[in-house]
Structure formats: structure tokens, C-alpha cells
């Protein structure tokens, strides 16, 4: 059975730092893997998706990295501002597209401004 | 823009009542899904459906059941709602199911079983 593990934890650093969060899963046959932003109390926003195909996806300041044979991704934030405060998820599709994500706990990060 | 709505932020709900919790999508998504967050076991999926009238099991099904009778609507029941149903429910859509498309998510049910 396939688990998503997130370190750290939680993260809290200054403005203005580049800051990497990590994220593993235990079955490299992954079809896809999709990195969460979740404010308090809310749904989810997708930041990024990479295809097992792909190595990573880029989106203004973040970068997402996919290693599937080792079974890790990294989420890569440039330039940290206060508003990227939020919970971040890592999650991983492991069966077709139409099947159902397996989360990780995801990281609590905290930009101190 | 996608956009996933869930008909109630939050629900308040006694034992034993028959909880029906509706989420529409508007941009005509093949896959919906259901999942539950709840602190410190994260999200978890309890059905999903990639077609009209189709649904698969999840990781944690029990207890609860689902209707998908058209595209854009995915409504899930809690036949008897019970304390250990109280959470957070997360309903999100995709758009096909032959490729690895995004999974878009709604804002959330929070419901609470007393």
C-alpha cells in the first residue's frame, strides 16, 4: 500500500528565504504527483502536477521535482513571503488518472515577515 | 477557472440521522472523489466515480455510500451519521480518466455528529 511521507513537519523561517520541502512515497509506480497549498479552514488549491514522465514542473517561484526511482519529490520555494503561510501537501496518484490521491501530512510552513 | 462548490460549510447533525453532503462541478469532469481530513491522519479517500453511475471503493468506505447521477453532481450519504463521522469533507474532480489530469478540490464540509 502506497504512503506519502512530508518533512518537515512544520517550517517556519524569514521573509525573503528559498526554502525546499520534501515529500516520499513508498511505491515508485506512481502515475502522477500533485503538490497542495491549504490555508486554515479551507479546501485545497493545486499548485503543481508532474507526470511520471516528467522530472519537474515550474510555476512563477515554486519548482516541484520528481525522482521516481528513488521515490522522492521536493518542492522548491524561491524568495518566501508571508503569504505563502500555509499548509503544504504532497499527494500521489498510483493507479489510472481516474483513481483517488494518497496524501502526505504535509508541511506546516510559517513565513515570518 | 474550475470550480467545485459543496452545498454546506458546515453541518450540524445528531446520531443516527441520514446525512446526504452534495457537491457539483462546472466544468463537465469525468472523476469525482470524496475525501476526509481529519488532524493527524491527513486526507483520506472514502469513494470515487469516473462516470455517471460508476463508483469505486476508497481507503475508507465504511459507513458511508454514494450517488452519482449525473456528471457534475457527486453527493455523499452517511446512511446513520455517527460521532466518528464528525470531520472534514473534501469533495474535488478531475477531467479524464485516460490521462494524469489535476485534481481540483471544493472548500469543505465541516460536519459535526453530536
Known amino acids: 500500500k502506497q504512503e506519502v511521507t512530508q518533512i518537515p513537519a512544520a517550517l517556519s523561517v524569514p521573509e525573503g528565504e528559498n526554502l525546499v520541502l520534501n515529500c516520499s512515497f513508498t511505491?515508485?509506480?506512481?502515475?502522477?504527483l500533485q503538490w497542495f497549498r491549504q490555508d486554515p479552514g479551507k479546501g485545497l488549491t493545486s499548485l503543481l502536477l508532474i507526470q511520471s514522465s516528467q522530472r519537474e514542473q515550474t510555476s512563477g517561484r515554486l519548482n516541484a521535482s520528481l525522482d521516481k526511482s528513488s521515490g522522492r519529490s521536493t518542492l522548491y520555494i524561491a524568495a518566501s513571503q508571508p503569504g505563502d503561510s500555509a499548509t503544504y501537501l504532497c499527494?500521489?496518484?498510483?493507479?489510472?488518472?481516474?483513481?483517488?490521491?494518497?496524501f502526505g501530512k504535509g508541511t506546516h510552513l510559517i513565513i515570518q515577515p | 477557472d474550475v470550480k467545485v462548490t459543496q452545498s454546506s460549510r458546515y453541518l450540524v447533525k445528531r446520531t443516527g440521522e441520514k446525512v446526504f453532503l452534495e457537491c457539483v462541478q462546472d466544468m463537465d469532469h469525468e472523476n469525482m472523489f470524496w475525501y476526509r481530513q481529519d488532524p493527524g491522519l491527513g486526507l483520506r479517500l472514502i469513494y470515487f466515480?469516473?462516470?455517471?453511475?460508476?463508483?469505486e471503493k476508497g481507503d475508507i468506505p465504511e459507513g458511508y455510500s454514494v450517488s452519482r447521477e449525473k456528471k457534475e453532481r457527486f453527493s455523499l450519504i452517511l446512511e446513520s451519521a455517527s460521532t466518528n463521522q464528525t470531520s472534514m469533507y473534501l469533495c474535488a474532480s478531475s477531467l479524464g480518466h485516460r490521462t494524469p489530469y489535476e485534481q481540483y478540490f471544493g472548500p469543505g464540509t465541516r460536519l459535526t455528529v453530536t
Open positions: 466515480s469516473y462516470d455517471v453511475k460508476m463508483k
Open positions: 511505491d515508485s509506480a506512481i502515475y502522477n
Open positions: 499527494a500521489v496518484q498510483s493507479g489510472g488518472g481516474a483513481d483517488g490521491l494518497t
